[in-house]
């Protein structure tokens, strides 16, 4: 599996599961977010590493934008399209359990 498809499984695991879900939100509080949500997902089996995160997104965008008219697109992102970590956790805290 991609960085993506990690992420959604986790997510919809967390979305079914309160603890997970306290779990992965926790993380949000520490020094460095981003590493410690990576150091969970891992020890939960999700081998997500920062980079890895990181770059999910913008590879993301980046092919959907070669694909639009034979890759001449040139629109500007829009703010925080390519951050899967934070839509991970906008979706996480939107939808209550």
């Known amino acids: ?35 410690a949500f990576c150091r969970k997902c891992r020890e939960l ?9 990181i770059m999910a997104g913008e590879e993301f965008v980046a092919a959907m934008k070669r694909s639009t008219n034979g890759g001449g697109e040139n629109s500007p992102m829009l703010f925080g399209e390519d951050d899967f970590y934070e839509m991970f956790f906008d979706a ?3 939808d209550p359990i």
């Open 92 to 94: 996480l805290q939107a």
């Open 1 to 35: 599996m991609n960085t993506l498809e990690l992420l959604d499984t986790l997510q919809k695991k967390a979305m079914q599961d309160p603890i997970l879900r306290e779990e992965l939100l926790e993380t949000r509080r520490a020094a460095d977010p981003y590493s």
């Open 45 to 53: 089996g999700y081998e997500i590493y920062e980079m890895d995160l």
